[in-house]
């Protein structure tokens, strides 16, 4: 199957576009010293073959999107660096020998703890409530699956969107990817319900009424309609912008069709819609 003509592919949905395919193109780097502790934790282990120097370019991606808070599921950007930050890591543990890879629980808890730190500070102006938890002792191939949790979460509206617009090729599409995320789903639950080890961790205890709501109701009741039956597609609302600059500025964002572009915008048209400040962390 070709996946680029698939519009449920990972790269063809809206976190690919606008997060995990930027944290892997962005160039830039960070001038200040925000990524000094997360530089530390992870040079120890760049001869796993961690890209450290990459990782620190996504979180200044991350940390220069803090004044553009019409930049698309802007809300969840940190949880977006999260779980990419730990498929980085993943990766490169998952090819290594099953001491390195038992490592993964302990390095992705302390990544997390990092960013959920940073996310806090970031949010500190009443922005948005951080409400990134870290899961206690998530090995790589259940982080894997609650990834794709995620990534069914945030990409919802778009899903939803052509599910219930009748398009034809749905059936070859959605069964599949339904299938997965069941399974994805099932996996981080059977996590949660060990026992005495992770039944009572915060990110256990709220699963259910987070990501967890996707996985039940949400997830069964998605089917695709026939043509004639389709749903119009729902937008999300949309506040005034305070001025033509900025208007233009979301107006670009959300039309971009590359990593590129969306870089390009961030750097240059940006500037010009507000004083270029990576917010202090």
Known sequence: MNELRNPLSSTSLPAHKYFYDPFKTDAETCTDNRTVDIQTKLTQYSSYGIHVNQIEEAICFVSKIHIFKKYPKYNDRWHFLYYWVGEQIWNALGKSDTDKKNQFPTILKEVCNIIKTKCERDNVDGSGKCELLCPEQMDGTTFEQDKKVFDFFSNYNEIKNYVYG?????????????????????????????????????????????????CKMTLQKLECKSPQDAVPEEQESTCPSEDANTQLFEERIRSATTTASISSILGTLGLTVVPYVLYKV
């Open 166 to 214: 009748g398009e034809a090729d749905c059936q070859t599409h959605w069964p599949s990817y339904k299938s997965e995320v069941e399974s994805a789903c099932t996996t981080v639950e059977n996590y949660c319900k060990k026992v005495g080890t992770h039944e009572r961790e915060p990110y256990c205890i709220n699963f259910p009424q987070n990501h967890g709501v996707y």
